[in-house]
């Protein structure tokens, strides 16, 4: 029995899989409450399938590329359960999970998830020698730099609004195709399934091995020198010499 | 009863093993070095950090008790205050350790976790020495070193905080006022900065001022009148003043700007914790947080209050696990109010 959890971007997703088939999935836009909710929801989709967690002996977990804060809720919520079960757990890309039900159309596949600062993380997945795979690093880019690396038709999926969407018809035209909404979207039950096919026959990593896909390194240059105190308030600091 | 507790709010990934509130089995710390270059918090930076060493600590925190999961019978985690990144790798663990292993998950203010490292003792279960030293404050804490008394004033300073707390009772907790701008630890960081000396600042100024005058320079107290808030945003101005004019002077004597510093930062906290006593009429006085192992501050303190003052051993006055692990205890043992799971990063007392 595989459980299967993804908090990588607003948008989370929990599935529990048997190995053939996929038993209870939820998914739903958490926007910044996936760690108030993902317990609740882990619970609740166990009590659907009457399976206890001692009856779950693999893990999957969404690595990303993504939203740094919340993959790392999945990711500790899955090495402590992990740890507490031991139960075998395998990171996946989250971008390899949203390309994966498009395997059988043998498309050229583009995921794509918001990055920020108007960019975009984004994988490429093609047919070659009769299999269909990631052939292509995570990127970081503006969709003008990604599309610069296109020169065919390509199916977009991923969490595209209408902008985005737009923005890739003016820069591709006719070559941009896109899947349907509900097919576009990210759900746990293709990351249990990629979980499972990844622990077959491998051997257990450790633990702490497993973590984000960061692509972007931290800026280190706005350090964070005060994360308690609130903001200075110079009118309220009452019989002291004002501030050059 | 014995609780896993997990801290991860800033900087020190920490996991313990606490009996009853008090004695510790196992108490594993790894501060984390990254820091040490930026020479201040990098939220992300520790989140990362958090989240590739926890684990691993977790497992080594078991073997130094010589225990397993299974002897467990509670988990603990921060859930705040703190950084919300750093918080939520300790938490999600926590809470993912707790339904595996069916153990309650109870979540603690980091603050209460300062509260209570003044339970604590070490009981010579792990090779350490047995019992836990005080640092220069009398006998090591033992078993039979009895529980610090109720009501309490307690000080929370550290690089994260600068908060007088008044305890009236177990998880009845009030703040009395706390920084209205940098932390205490915060302006010893700068001032260290400032100085040329390294991070973090609290050991450095206290080291360097030891030769210093703490009257040389007349710097202003770090604090607001009729309150119990402190701000030390002033007293960090006035020394950057006081170092630029030194330096067009040609020379900066070290040991006595650090001396005046730590003098000037030290009474503003020593008088209201003292003032903050004797109004409350309570029994006793604790300290908590890493700059409560400044040896100036202590004695300043113990001079104005006539209640016994308790400080943790600095080991236990920096963050850690141990400390979460005693305040779990008693936030099982006394009901008073709902335990938290969620994670805020702004959290009041219970
Ligand atoms: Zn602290």
């Known amino acids: 029995m595989l459980l299967a959890l993804d908090t990588s971007t607003s948008w989370a997703s929990v599935a529990l899989f048997d190995g053939r088939t996929v038993l209870s ?27 206890a967690l001692s009856g779950v002996d693999r893990l999957a977990v969404a690595t990303g590329p993504g939203s ?28 390899d999970v949203l390309a994966y039900p498009h395997a059988a159309s043998k498309q050229r596949t583009c995921s794509l998830l918001p990055a920020g600062r108007g960019e975009f993380y984004a994988a490429f997945y093609q047919d070659r020698n009769r299999s269909w795979k990631r052939r292509s690093p995570f990127i970081v880019a503006s969709l003008a730099e990604i599309c610069a690396q296109i020169g065919t038709h390509t199916l977009f999926v991923g969490e595209l609004d209408d902008a985005a969407e737009t923005t890739l018809r003016d820069l591709l035209g006719p070559k ?33 091995e497993i973590e984000p896909i960061y692509v972007r390194q931290p800026a280190v240059g706005g350090t964070f020198a005060q994360p308690f105190a609130p903001p200075p308030r110079d009118d309220l600091a009452l019989g002291l010499p004002r501030r050059d | 009863m014995r609780i896993l507790s997990i801290e991860t709010s800033c900087d020190e990934t920490g996991v313990a093993i606490v009996e009853d509130g008090r004695r510790i089995i196992a108490n594993v710390v790894a501060s984390q070095t990254a820091h040490q270059v930026t020479g201040g918090i990098v939220p992300e930076v520790a989140a990362r950090e958090h989240l590739r060493a926890l684990d691993p600590i977790e497992q080594q ?57 003044n339970w604590l003792y070490e009981d010579g279960a792990v090779g350490g020495p047995r019992g836990t030293t005080t640092g220069g404050l009398g006998p090591p804490r033992t078993p039979q070193t009895p529980e610090p008394e109720l009501p309490a004033v307690v000080l929370v300073v550290s690089g994260a905080h600068s908060d007088l707390v008044l305890m009236e009772g177990h998880r009845r907790f009030r703040l009395l006022g706390r920084t209205i701008d940098d932390a205490a630890g915060e302006a010893f960081d700068k001032v260290a900065r400032l100085l040329g000396l390294g991070f973090p600042g609290g050991p450095e100024i206290e080291r360097a001022a030891r030769g210093g005058d703490p009257k040389a320079y007349p710097l202003p107290k770090a604090w607001l009148a009729d309150r119990y808030d402190f701000s030390f945003s002033g007293l960090k101005t006035a020394v950057l003043r006081l170092v630029r004019t030194l330096e067009a002077a040609g020379d900066v004597p070290v040991a006595d700007v650090a001396a005046s510093f730590q003098r000037a930062i030290t009474e503003a906290l ?59 205890f008693f936030s099982l043992r006394h009901r008073t109010t709902e335990i938290p799971s969620l994670v805020r990063s702004n959290m009041p007392l219970a």
Not at chain 2, 91 to 101: D, V, W
């Open chain 1, 25 to 51: 999935e939820e998914t739903w836009h958490a926007q910044r409450r996936h760690a108030d909710e993902l317990f609740p929801t882990i619970e609740r989709i166990l009590g659907h399938s009457g399976v």
């Open chain 1, 68 to 95: 740094f804060t919340g993959l790392r809720v999945a990711i500790a919520a899955a090495q402590g359960i992990a740890r507490g079960t031991g139960a075998a757990l395998a990171g996946v890309s989250t971008l």
């Open chain 1, 176 to 208: 941009a195709l896109f899947a349907a909404p509900a097919s576009r979207m990210r759900r746990a039950g293709y990351l249990a399934e990629l979980g499972w096919l990844e622990l077959e026959g491998r051997k257990q990593t450790t633990l702490g």
């Open chain 2, 61 to 117: 925190a078991l073997r130094d008790a010589g225990m397993e999961l299974r002897q467990v019978d509670a988990i603990a985690a921060t859930v705040g205050p703190g950084l919300i990144g750093a918080l939520l790798v300790g938490a999600n663990y926590g809470r993912g350790l707790a339904l595996a292993s069916s153990l309650p998950f109870v979540g603690v203010n980091h603050l209460e976790g300062h509260v209570y490292a």
């Open chain 2, 270 to 328: 020593a008088e209201k914790t003292a003032r903050a006593a004797a109004e409350h009429g309570v029994r006793s006085v604790l300290l908590g947080g890493g700059v409560a192992a400044n040896l100036p501050l202590r004695e300043e303190i113990r001079r104005r209050i006539a209640v016994p003052l308790h400080v943790p051993p600095p080991r236990l006055c920096t963050d850690n696990g141990a400390m979460i692990g005693a305040a779990a």
